[in-house]
């Protein structure tokens, strides 16, 4: 039996944790339950999972009403068909409702989530507390992701990354430039501004960096805009390609299919990196060439990462190719 392609390219920072390129939020009920629809939908249609649902705790609890959200959250999370990807976000640790959400919806469907969301994480102190509220919960193996919203928060990035229960860090757009007491303007969180603002493209860039530098998963904020969703793909393509983010943030149902073509790759990227893998293969791993360059491990562990992500983004490969991804 040959050797899996990922064991032969270990070795990269990168791409230790595979996830689907779109994050969608929904906090009320009714959105809730749809969400969920269209993931199974999508996934029937694409042959795979091609985005998260997260069911909002945050900003989707009614003040006052935050205990009885969780446990609709829990429900929700446990009725879910086996093989989605359902996750949960909570409240942030300085909240008083904080460990009632992780003891609720982590204590009884931690099993069944994907990850845990923890907003407005400052420094690994709170990343340290949430896993103690989650191993409290007897959620021990349950991934965590968390919200980088602050200026402090960006400083501490490549160390909140390196924690090894945190899987994805996201940027929060609108509190980042809240953060900043009227020295940003308002233009810096629309389309155009987040990605020209000087200080903005700075945190998030910093932010991806941080996640590259220890394998962990960067997610780009949400676009408010939601029904222009032309602009929607061309900020999620710049995202992408020029700022490294390998996951999006869905607020409306509408602005996944742009998300997850922003971030897939496009056919003739695939068809190279089948070619280049498949020589690869051949040659037991050893240096090829391909149209006239060379290459050796280095330039295969970028060109499977390719094929990895057209397979999270339900293209169709080759069936030797999927056999890869049922191992």
């Not at 909570?90 to 008083?96: A, I, M």
Request: hydrophobic share 45%; with cysteine; net charge negative.
């Amino acid at each position: 039996m040959k050797p899996h392609p990922r064991d032969i390219l270990a070795g990269a920072q990168a791409g230790a944790f595979a996830l689907p390129v779109c994050d969608h939020y929904s906090g009320v009920e009714a959105r809730m339950r749809k969400s969920l629809q269209l993931q199974a939908e999508l996934s029937a249609e694409f042959g795979a999972c091609v985005f998260d649902v997260t069911l909002d705790c945050e900003d989707g609890a009614p003040v006052g009403g935050e205990a009885e959200h969780a446990a609709l959250v829990t429900e929700l999370a446990l009725g879910a068909p086996a093989g989605t990807r359902v996750a949960a976000r909570v409240h942030p640790v300085e909240h008083p409702h904080f460990d009632a959400d992780v003891a609720q919806i982590a204590g009884r469907a931690g099993s069944r989530l994907c990850h845990l969301m923890v907003p407005k994480v400052e420094s690994v102190a709170d990343v340290e507390r949430a896993v103690v509220a989650m191993e409290a919960a007897g959620a021990t193996a349950l991934p965590l992701h968390v919200l980088i919203e602050s200026p402090a928060a960006v400083h501490r990035a490549f160390d909140i990354a390196a924690h090894p229960r945190v899987a994805s860090l996201s940027f929060g757009l609108m509190d980042f430039v809240s953060a900043h007491g009227g020295a940003i303007p308002a233009s810096a969180m629309t389309l155009e501004g987040q990605f020209s603002h000087p200080h903005v493209l700075r945190a998030k860039i910093e932010m991806a960096a941080a996640c590259h530098a220890h394998g962990k998963v960067p997610s780009h904020n949400v676009v408010t805009e939601f029904k222009d969703l032309s602009a929607l793909q061309n900020a999620a393509r710049k995202a992408a390609t020029e700022l490294g983010y390998t996951r999006m943030w869905s607020i409306h149902p509408d602005q996944i299919r742009p998300i997850v073509t922003a971030f897939s790759p496009t056919e003739a990227e695939i068809e190279t990196s089948l070619a280049i893998i498949e020589r690869a293969v051949s040659a037991e791993w050893a240096p090829v060439q391909h149209e006239g360059r060379l290459h050796d491990r280095a330039s295969y562990r970028y060109y499977w990462q390719v094929i990895e992500r057209a397979h999270q983004t339900g293209h169709a490969l080759p069936e030797a190719v999927r056999g890869w991804f049922l191992a």
